[in-house]
């Protein structure tokens, strides 16, 4: 079936465009190295980190993940959030993922939730870790492409909120890290939120991890 496909529709890379594979080796190499610390304009209140730049192959890739839906990126770049996590992560705790939240009817028609899918992936590479997508948007928050910082920050204000009883319960859980993920960090307005959204239902939130900061 994979041939079959090939030969219709060649598989491009999702960074870089070269044919004949699905994410090549060098665009796997903008995300490899160490998290690096960043600091958006809107503080967050807990460090954040990111994978690479928002820009060239790791931008193209998470556009393609989110606008294009090509799910197959779920895979390399899960693994990516897990190298990075590998090596901020506490040894001794368990680790669980809170996947920024996406407007429902934007996950919807883009074909799922990209952010939530890398961050599965990256859990099936780390050992003692789980994925807790307990995070949504609430009905009126708008798509923020296309607004400037202010904008998004009260676009988004009190817009994201934390549901889903046992998985609280896990978070809430005192020996555990909670590192919400994301694609993209730019004003840090939705990190913001997020972590509020978390910290009203109890939950402490000990870092951000991005695959691409502005
Ligand atoms: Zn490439």
Redesign the pocket.
């Known amino acids: 079936m994979r041939t079959l496909l090939d030969l219709i529709l060649p598989q491009a890379?999702g960074?870089?465009?070269?044919v004949g594979t699905g994410?090549?080796a060098?665009?796997a190499g903008c995300l490899a190295g160490p998290p690096r610390r960043v600091r958006p304009r809107t503080d967050p209140g807990v460090p954040c980190w990111a994978l690479g730049p928002y820009s060239g192959?790791p931008r193209r890739a998470v556009l393609a993940a989110k606008e294009r839906g090509r799910r197959d990126l779920a895979a390399p770049l899960g693994l990516a959030l897990a190298r990075g996590l590998d090596g901020l992560r506490s040894r001794d705790r368990p680790l669980l993922l809170v996947p920024a939240p996406s407007r429902r009817v934007a996950a919807r028609r883009r074909g799922g939730d990209p952010v939530a899918r890398a961050a599965r992936v990256a859990t099936g590479w780390l050992s003692d870790s789980r994925c807790a997508p307990v995070l949504a948007t609430r009905p009126g928050v708008r798509d923020s492409v296309g607004l400037g910082p202010l904008d998004r920050r009260r676009n988004l204000r009190d817009g994201i909120r934390a549901t889903g009883d046992s998985l609280l319960a896990l978070l809430r859980c005192p020996n555990v890290e909670v590192v919400l993920v994301d694609d993209v960090l730019t004003t840090g307005a939705t990190a913001r939120e997020s972590v509020r959204a978390l910290a009203r239902a109890g939950v402490s939130a000990h870092g951000v991890l991005v695959t691409c900061a502005a």
């Open positions: 890379c960074g870089c465009g070269v994410w090549c060098s665009c192959p």
